[in-house]
């Protein structure tokens, strides 16, 4: 699954779901697709956001390219990313929805 975040004041984004649903879930919501933060809830979800990837030995902040939680062989280490590096160009949307005061959005 794929997920866009939309937002009048940035380009879309579109992430692995299972990225984006950890994503999700750091800034303080559900989880679920489809869903939206009010432009007044931005800068709070940004904020949490941020503070759960300062810290990564947090469980659900690094994600395997395949979307496999289970690591099996040394190839797989190697593919790894960490949400932190997945969570830039979000939180660039994030950042430009808070100066815009726009909502931000993210479906399917």
Do not use: H
Not at 4 to 26: N, P, V
Not at 57 to 67: E, I, K, R, Y
Not at 79 to 107: C, F, G, H, Y
């Amino acid at each position: 699954m794929l997920v866009t975040f939309k937002t009048s004041a940035y380009a879309d984004i579109t992430m692995f779901g299972d990225a984006a649903e950890a994503l999700l879930k750091l800034m303080g919501q559900s989880g679920n697709v489809p869903g939206a933060i009010m432009a007044d809830e931005v800068a709070a979800a940004l904020a949490a956001m941020q503070a759960s990837l300062e810290d990564d030995s947090a469980p659900g902040t690094s994600v395997n390219n395949a979307g496999d939680d289970q690591l099996e062989d040394d190839e797989d280490r190697q593919n790894k990313v960490a949400l932190s590096t997945r969570a830039i160009p979000l939180i660039q949307l994030l950042e430009a929805a808070i100066a815009a005061k726009q909502n931000v959005m993210w479906d399917k």
